[in-house]
């Protein structure tokens, strides 16, 4: 419903880290491409010295890009095909993939091609072909590479890594914190049943469904209100001394102010026995002191709590304390014990055989949460990009390392005809890769602070900015990073000297 609505910021960040990953991936063939130059470059001196022109290998190379840009759009269409049922579900809308197939969009998904495909293949055509043909028959040109910008988009892509999993771990604590926040009510084990049908409401049809979920062994009470802290209520307007005055109300039974576990903080003990309670902000609201004696409706004063959910701004609020059979009943609490799905299917069965309808019931926490759903969904949308940010870094984190080993081939070996251990060898490989996960996190940490902050700041009621959630986040990078690196870090250090130094 937030895209069929146009909500502009969910769709900026479905835009922003769909361009992040792709960058991810340009990044990647990139660096994947010149890991394997010394093949490559070999192919191309080959085709140099056979009479190709350096612009005809330089456009071979980018068509070769060009191609795997639009073999990679056809697979992503098939994956994108299969995740709409799934899409669908996260993003609350519905996604016609086919209805998308215009006469425009195809020229601009061929545009798209055009553009990923040369953006991907200039660097690695321009490092291949500038080689020369002896230099790459010599051996000397890999060596010769420093590969500087590759180093940079590995730490670029660590810090996005960084970024996105320290995002994620923030918002599940922020989004956990607010489901848990106190509400100054009970939410747990009591069932909502909205009476939302006229058949419902017939006292007869409603007393007999109040007896069978009595005689539950599985349900402690059952009250009757008309409305519930969660659906905020009705509102009522009076007016005190020439003064208007909005008041959010709730009627319901003692039952029900017991399952809820609202307290009565001041009881004027009126004649009747009811009569309505007001909360601290709506006695200020009045105008009028708790021991007020012109207003005998007013039975005493109740505890102050939370309407909908913990974000809400609360409204001054009454309670009116009524007989069951008095009250407009517009939803049934049912407190519940034992096994919760136990007992929740045995109301629903009750319910539905007695009322002929499709069970309406919910936990009053289970709504709680679903209050939060469009974080939760936000959070789900950005732990998912997390996920494959994860691993396409790991992909090029892979490329650069094959690339830095292959370079350092002839240096290891020397290394190891001179004495030196492969323990060391292998320390120092790890040490190389791992300094760009601790550069990323230097840098991307105080800028994560900072937005993380800024994002907090939108909630009155918030957790605190932990440094571990940051520490986290660096250490599963570091540790991600050190096991992608280590398995050819130790076939490196421990492969025998004589084979690199024959091969050079």
């Not at 058949?199 to 209100?225: D, F, I, M, R």
């Not at 009621?461 to 570091?478: D, E, K, Q, T, V």
Request: hydrophobic share 50%.
């Amino acid at each position: 419903s937030m895209l069929e609505n146009g909500d502009w910021d969910f769709v900026i960040i479905l835009i922003s880290v769909g361009i992040v990953i792709l960058f991810f991936a340009i990044i990647n063939y990139v660096n994947l491409t010149v890991a394997q130059i010394g093949s490559r470059a070999k192919e191309a001196a080959i085709r140099s010295l056979l009479g190709s022109t350096k612009k005809e290998l330089f456009t071979r190379l980018i068509l070769e890009s060009i191609l795997l840009s639009q073999v990679s759009f056809l697979i992503g269409l098939f994956l994108a095909t299969l995740a709409i049922p799934y899409a669908n579900q996260l993003l609350e809308a519905h996604i016609n993939l086919p209805g998308a197939v215009t006469p425009i969009n195809i020229l601009l998904g061929i545009l798209l091609i055009l553009l990923l495909g040369c953006v991907s293949g200039i660097l690695p055509a321009i490092h291949i072909t500038r080689a020369k043909a002896v230099d790459v028959m010599k051996g000397s040109f890999r060596m010769q590479t420093k590969m500087t910008f590759s180093k940079f988009f590995i730490t670029f892509q660590n810090a996005i890594t960084i970024a996105l999993i320290a995002t994620s771990l923030t918002m599940v604590l922020q989004i956990n914190y607010l489901i848990k926040a106190p509400l100054g009510y009970n939410t747990q084990n009591i069932i909502d049943i909205p009476i939302g049908m006229e058949e419902l409401k017939l006292k007869e049809l409603n007393n007999t469904l109040l007896g069978e979920l009595k005689q539950l062994a599985c349900v402690n009470k059952v009250g009757c209100a008309r409305s519930t802290p969660f659906k905020v209520g009705n509102n009522y307007t009076m007016e005190i001394n020439g003064n208007l005055v909005s008041l959010q109300g709730f009627v319901m039974d003692t039952t029900s102010l017991h399952i809820l576990g609202l307290k009565i903080l001041k009881d004027n003990h009126l004649a009747t026995g009811e009569g309505c309670f007001l909360t601290d902000a709506a006695f200020k609201a009045m105008g009028i002191g708790e021991d007020a004696r012109s207003f005998p409706f007013i039975a005493g004063k109740i505890q102050d709590f939370q309407l909908n959910n913990i974000t809400m701004a609360n409204p001054p609020i009454f309670v009116q304390l009524d007989k069951t059979e008095n009250i407009p009943t517009e939803n049934l609490l049912v407190e519940i014990q034992g096994n919760t799905f136990e007992a929740y299917n045995k109301v629903k069965q009750v319910y539905e055989n007695i009322t002929q309808l499709e069970f309406p019931g919910k936990f009053i926490d289970r709504q709680i949460e679903e209050s939060f759903a469009t974080q939760q969904r936000i959070l789900k949308i950005i732990s998912l990009f997390a996920f494959v940010a994860i691993v396409i870094s790991l992909l090029g984190l892979l490329a650069i390392s094959t690339y830095f080993i292959q370079q350092k081939a002839r240096e290891i070996a020397i290394r190891k005809i001179f004495g030196s251990n492969g323990t060391l060898i292998l320390y120092k490989l790890i040490c190389t890769f791992i300094r760009y996960v601790v550069i990323a996190f230097i840098i991307t940490t105080p800028v994560m602070v900072y937005t993380m902050r800024q994002w907090l700041s939108n909630y009155s009621y918030r957790i605190s900015l932990s440094p571990f959630i940051f520490i986290s986040a660096g250490l599963f990078c570091l540790i991600i990073s050190f096991l992608t690196v280590f398995w050819q870090s130790y076939r490196a250090a421990n492969q025998n000297p004589i084979e690199n130094v024959k091969t050079e």
